[in-house]
């Protein structure tokens, strides 16, 4: 079985800084690719940043200059550095990790549970 726990969110001002965390546990033998998206009630999940096996990266345009996705491979573990928060950014962030069991298995999408992130004065 797969896990995936993210940790980090919480109430930050406007301007400040949060950080999140997804550690990915269980039977795992291979990830490919990582990623945070969010959601809001009555929106669609939409794609924040991700990450390849090889580090290259991509943003959405509204969080460009202010997330940093990394992710340390020997822990499976997967962050997201936010800067400059907005009201805006207040979502659900969830974390999703592309992943083999094993190694004949098929590479399949899995999904942590969701971490609030609340931007707020």
């Known amino acids: 079985q797969v896990q995936l726990v993210e940790s980090g969110g919480g109430l930050v001002q406007p301007g400040g800084s949060l950080r999140l965390s997804c550690a990915a546990s269980?039977?795992?033998?291979?990830?490919?690719?990582m990623g945070w998206y969010r959601q809001t009630p009555g929106k669609q999940r939409e794609l924040v940043a991700a990450?390849?096996?090889?580090?290259?990266?991509n943003y959405a345009d509204s969080v460009k200059g202010r997330f940093t996705i990394s992710r340390d491979n020997a822990k499976n573990t997967l962050y997201l550095q936010m800067i400059s928060l907005k009201p805006e950014d207040t979502a659900v962030y969830y974390c999703?990790?592309?992943?083999?069991?094993?190694?004949?298995?098929?590479?399949?999408?899995?999904w942590g549970q969701g971490t609030q992130v609340t931007v707020s004065s």
């Open positions: 990450i390849t096996s090889g580090g290259s990266t």
């Open positions: 999703t990790a592309n992943l083999k069991r094993w190694i004949l298995d098929q590479y399949h999408d899995y």
């Open positions: 269980g039977s795992i033998f291979s990830i490919n690719g």
